[in-house]
């Protein structure tokens, strides 16, 4: 009796400190809006737009205003996020264009064996959730064997979007692919008309077969591609619940809203347990979108209107963590996984983009408008209020800060390009520990970024630099994004330099006339890139055409192939 009595007591304390330390390991919540420009928001100098909640986040935590993303395009900059490497080290990063994702039924994702920091507090006993937009795979050989799916890497729940949010989602807004662009329409028709002329004129004879078959060709083709852009929404837009379609194609009206009821519920479901919520949003990415009681809100259009739906719901979420009490055990971030997309028209003329402040460029470039990116964390009792840093800190680094926070170790047995941040958010050191940050345009090794030991000066070098459309603007208008090959890009030697402590907005290139280190910057610059090169092991990339393009056999259809695979499953509403 004695003997059980002690076993019961023993087992009641170890389940006692199990729950002590539970409880002890604070929760956190992680929110990355998507396309957001660092000058959209108020506590970053915005006058115009409204964002009181995202504001009290900056003033009751840690500003970071040198926070960086590891990429300028969403995939591979969500890739770094979520293991603290560098996208070429996953794979996530290709030689062609586009350097994304743009078809569910691609078979390129972010690989098994990948860590993530959900994957390490899943383990270490987090409750894991993933709202919103993945854009990092969803199959590898059959259309639900969903080996890329967020449930491989670590998130227990999942409601969102497995691609992105596209153009072609909404009805009106256009297509992301803009395929005539790349056809030699204009040569074709000059062609024709000068092949008709000479044969009129008797100085050639064409055959009217000829004539026929080239017409019919060309009707033929623009009817495949006409055809194509009109399934596409059937085809990319698809909304699920864990393992589940519940929309194909998804409606975006009350999205936000409805991806903001999941997530309040999902932390109430966990508020006695630690948990992790990536809350990954849609907007502010085009098709453009916002929920009828913020229509008409903002001085900037629809554009103003989602980024004002978004405060909101930061608001609703800081709201429950105050109403169950996990405001002062909760670490909370958000940031931009990259710059405001500059070329964002809409098919009606309208302007769908955002503000990257003082910043150059933006979305697929790595100036700094495309990359510099909001960063603001807070913890109450552990992170000082109303704190400002000013060093070189990466979207990686919430990896290896999570990963220890949660009570585990950083991995090993592979190379970890982030660093853990709370020594500077808490002021114990006053200096990043990123010395170098390398800025990579797909697989290719754009620029780099150094920060000298006991200096204020972070100089930045350009291998190369893309070629904007029209010259007299900081964008690709031609293309819809700035590409990363040869014939898109021009190379310098010696590379671009610039003082981004001097000149943030990478205006005047550094000659050696204008800065004496001109050439022995360049040289230990040139020296760290090469370290990191041999640093960098080869590994198939998850973005070459193959793993791209669209394969019938991986797409998941809700219905079936005759009803365009439509089906409207999921009735909540927000």
């Known amino acids: ?158 409601f969102g979007i497995p691609l992105t949010n596209m153009r072609d989602c909404q009805p009106g807004h256009g297509t992301v692919f803009q395929i005539h662009k790349y056809l030699p329409y204009k040569t074709l028709g000059i062609v024709l008309v000068t092949a008709a002329l000479l044969h009129c004129s008797g100085l050639i004879t064409i055959s009217k077969r000829l004539i026929l078959s080239l017409m019919s060709l060309l009707v033929i083709v623009t009817g495949l591609i006409v055809g194509f852009i009109t399934i596409i929404p059937y085809l990319n837009c698809v909304l699920m619940r864990d393992h589940r379609v519940v929309e194909q194609p998804f409606r975006s009206e009350n999205l936000t809203q409805r991806m903001t009821h999941e997530a309040v519920d999902f932390i109430e ?53 105050d109403r169950l009490q996990l405001t002062e055990n909760t670490l909370v971030y958000l940031t931009s996984d990259q710059g405001a997309h500059l070329e964002e028209i809409s098919a009606r003329g309208e302007v769908h983009r955002g503000w990257n ?54 991995p090993e047995d592979r190379e970890i390009d982030g660093h853990d941040i709370m020594d500077l958010l808490q002021g114990r050191v006053e200096r990043s520990k990123h010395e170098f940050l390398f800025h990579y345009c797909n697989a290719y090794l754009n620029a780099v970024r150094w920060h000298p030991q006991n200096s204020s000066a972070v100089w930045k070098a350009f291998y190369f630099t893309p070629n904007f459309y029209p010259e007299n603007e900081t964008a690709c208008f031609h293309t819809h994004v700035c590409f990363c090959t040869s014939d898109y890009v021009t190379y310098h030697n010696p590379p671009l330099l610039f003082d981004l ?48 393009m669209w394969k019938p056999w991986l797409q998941p259809c809700c219905s079936t192939l005759s009803q365009l695979c439509q089906c409207q499953q999921d009735l909540l509403s927000g």
């Open 1 to 158: 009796m004695k003997s059980c009595l002690l076993l019961s007591s023993l087992l009641l304390f170890e389940v006692s400190c199990v729950s002590l330390q539970e409880s002890n390991k604070p929760s956190f919540v992680l929110m990355m809006v998507d396309d957001l420009g660092i000058g959209d928001l108020g506590c970053y100098g915005n006058k115009t737009l409204r964002t009181p909640n995202i504001d009290q986040l900056a003033q009751e935590g840690v500003k970071l205003t040198h926070h960086i993303a590891a990429a300028s395009l969403c995939a591979p900059s969500r890739a770094a996020f979520l293991t603290g490497r560098y996208p070429i080290r996953s794979g996530v990063a290709g030689t062609n264009r586009p350097g994304v994702f743009i078809f569910t039924a691609a078979s390129g994702g972010l690989p098994s064996q990948e860590v993530t920091f959900a994957k390490i507090a899943k383990q270490q006993g987090y409750e894991t959730a993933l709202i919103g937009k993945w854009h990092l795979g969803l199959n590898c050989e059959s259309s639900d064997d969903h080996c890329h799916h967020p449930s491989i890497h670590g998130f227990n729940y999942f």
């Open 357 to 410: 402040g003082i910043y150059k460029a933006g979305k697929s470039t790595n100036w700094e408008g495309g990359i510099r990116v909001p960063g603001i964390l807070r913890w109450p009792g552990k992170i000082p209020g109303g704190k400002q840093v000013d060093e070189p800190t990466s979207n990686m680094d919430l990896f290896p800060t999570v990963v220890r926070l949660s009570g585990a170790t950083v």
């Open 501 to 548: 402590s001097t000149d943030p907005s990478e205006s005047t290139p550094l000659t050696p006339d204008t800065e004496p280190g001109f050439y022995s910057i360049l040289a230990v610059m040139e020296e760290a890139a090469e370290r990191h090169r041999s640093l960098v092991k080869p590994v198939e990339s998850q973005i070459s055409a193959g793993n791209v």
């Open 269 to 321: 479901r966990n508020s006695a347990r630690p948990f992790l919520l990536f809350f990954s949003f849609l907007q502010v990415h085009t098709a453009m979108f916002a929920s009828t009681p913020f229509r008409g809100t903002s001085r900037h259009g629809i554009y103003g209107d989602a980024v004002h739906e978004v405060d909101w719901s930061v608001g609703q979420i800081m709201q429950t963590l």
